[in-house]
């Protein structure tokens, strides 16, 4: 099924994903050093963002781009200065954006990398059929998930052949 817009405005794919964290040096070492293939292409320590309550507000920010070709959604960090974020992350399957996923090249090793840091262990790694993930019949996606320094649920999928050999990628 493809679907299509009433209007003349065509979706062409995802600009980016913000994420407000706590402490934003430790969440770049998270997302940067641990995950791996995301590099800093901006960072400024002190950004005026809006008012709140007759307040100024700023924020420190750090923007993530992925490495490789075909790598055009980015990933924002945000700090928020001189008050404390409102909320704590959506809770796995809460309404609203609960968890975010990256396709790794071997998730063995990335979810060993991420544990051995520090992240909580939110799934063990575990074969999946690849048909849940929209790949064709008799595929596997092997998964797992961690939560990063603020309590967001990152998953990591690697996807492989019915035969269980690696598909290639890019990057």
């Known amino acids: 099924m493809t679907c299509r817009g009433k209007g003349?405005?065509?979706a062409l794919?995802?600009?980016h994903i913000a994420l407000g964290v706590r402490d934003l040096d430790a969440s770049v070492d998270f997302y940067c050093e641990v995950l791996g293939g995301?590099?800093?292409t901006r960072r400024q320590d002190r950004q005026f963002i809006g008012h709140r309550?007759?307040?100024e507000l700023y924020r420190r920010v750090?923007?993530?781009r992925f490495d490789g070709p075909g790598a055009e959604a980015f990933l924002v960090l945000d700090e928020l200065l001189d008050d404390e974020p409102q909320q704590p992350p959506v809770p796995l399957f809460g309404l609203g954006a609960h968890h975010l996923a990256f396709t790794v090249t071997d998730v063995e090793a990335a979810f060993e990398r991420l544990t051995a840091a520090g992240a909580e262990v939110v799934m063990e790694v575990q074969a999946l059929d690849g048909t849940r993930y929209g790949e064709p019949a008799g595929s596997t996606v092997h998964t797992?998930?961690?939560a990063d320094p603020d309590g967001y649920v990152i998953q990591l999928d690697q996807q492989l052949t019915g035969a269980g050999d690696r598909r290639p990628t890019e990057g």
Request: glycine content about 6%; overall charge negative.
């Open 144 to 146: 797992a998930m961690v």
């Open 13 to 15: 794919g995802i600009s």
């Open 38 to 40: 995301l590099h800093v």
């Open 62 to 64: 750090a923007t993530l």
């Open 8 to 10: 003349v405005m065509t």
């Open 53 to 55: 309550e007759d307040r």
